[in-house]
């Protein structure tokens, strides 16, 4: 068996290395989208065509086989690998965050009638897309939402300050939520004070 054949799982690795960072889903891209379809098709089918071809040569295709059926078999661990990645980011964010949460208490930081707000330069290292965070201040106290991705279509995930640590109700921030303002998709606790949400329609 010749071993450009071993070039059959290359896409699907590729493709795994790009979601696993979320290259491009992570920010509004109108053409990342249909790529990764692409993409994802493209490989899966290329794989399964590496499967076959091992199969087909015996022995020495084993190792051929094997290769692509795992690179399919990774897809089910991408969740997995956001899930961690999520967690990161946190750790390793951490003390900025609270840094801008300090900012907006002395009154720095100040949102629009949108509930968006820039952050300063120094912290503009935090966010991976726009350089924004939302703000809310009300009786249950001061919450803030740094963004980790924004969608195409208006949906957000991020990490959400609350200064009261209870979490976020279906009250909060509906200026951001203007297609569906009565549903959070994912409110997730992580640390005190903190949680990860999800808002998608």
Not at 9 to 14: C, D, E, G, I
Not at 49 to 63: D, E, P, Y
Not at 90 to 108: H, N
Not at 179 to 194: E, I
Request: neutral net charge; proline residues 3%; hydrophobic residues 45%.
């Amino acid at each position: 068996m010749k071993k450009r054949a071993f070039l059959l799982a290359a896409p699907n690795v590729l493709v795994l290395g790009a979601l696993a960072l979320e290259l491009g889903l992570r920010c509004e891209n109108l053409l990342v989208y249909p790529a990764y379809l692409i993409a994802c098709i493209v490989g899966l089918a290329l794989a399964l065509t590496g499967i076959v071809h091992g199969a087909r040569s015996g022995r020495k295709g084993t190792l051929l086989a094997v290769l692509c059926t795992t690179t399919i078999a990774a897809y089910a661990l991408v969740p997995a690998i956001w899930r961690w990645r999520e967690s990161l980011e946190l750790v390793l964010k951490r003390q900025g965050y609270l840094e801008v949460v300090e900012l907006v208490r002395q009154g720095r930081i100040e949102a629009d009638s949108r509930q968006l707000a820039d952050v300063d330069a120094a912290h503009e290292y935090l966010m991976p897309c726009k350089k924004q965070i939302a703000i809310e201040e009300g009786d249950g106290g001061l919450a803030v939402i740094f963004f980790t991705s924004n969608a195409m279509f208006g949906e957000f995930a991020g990490y959400m300050y609350v200064e009261n640590g209870r979490p976020p109700t279906t009250e909060q921030f509906r200026e951001l939520r203007y297609l569906s303002p009565d549903q959070w998709t994912v409110v997730r606790r992580v640390d005190a004070n903190w949680y990860y949400v999800i808002f998608s329609h």
